[in-house]
């Protein structure tokens, strides 16, 4: 496969959300969050991984990114990193894989994702469109 059909999960590691600065825990939600998703997505086709430190949604962490060439992208915020957050957002991310336009039927959406939708960014034209 081509990078044309690769879907990126873009997590953010610096996402802390409320309440984690008494947690004391050591490493962000975010990475807690990117390590659950990392391990959810081995091995999965047409999908890889990546991290970056702020997607400028830090009010509502954790925020990940959905993004292929040519295809709808979206946000995806306010998670909590637990496994099956995790497990929804590579869930989505791989029938965004498979769909030619990166839209994916509501009634396919994974429980885990359904009331965390940011934002969705149509491709960019092409040419002289
Ligand atoms: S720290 Fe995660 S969006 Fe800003």
Known sequence: MGTQMTTWITICDTCKRTGWEESGQETTDGENLARLIE????????LRTRRVSCLMGCKAGCNVAIQAADKLNYTIG???PLQEAAEGIVAYAAKHAASETG??????WPQAIKGHFVTRHPPLPKGDE
């Not at 391990?39 to 047409?46: R, T």
């Not at 839209?103 to 396919?108: D, G, H, L, S």
């Open 39 to 46: 391990a959810a997505a081995q091995g999965v086709p047409d």
């Open 78 to 80: 306010d998670f909590e």
């Open 103 to 108: 839209q994916v039927p509501y009634r396919e």
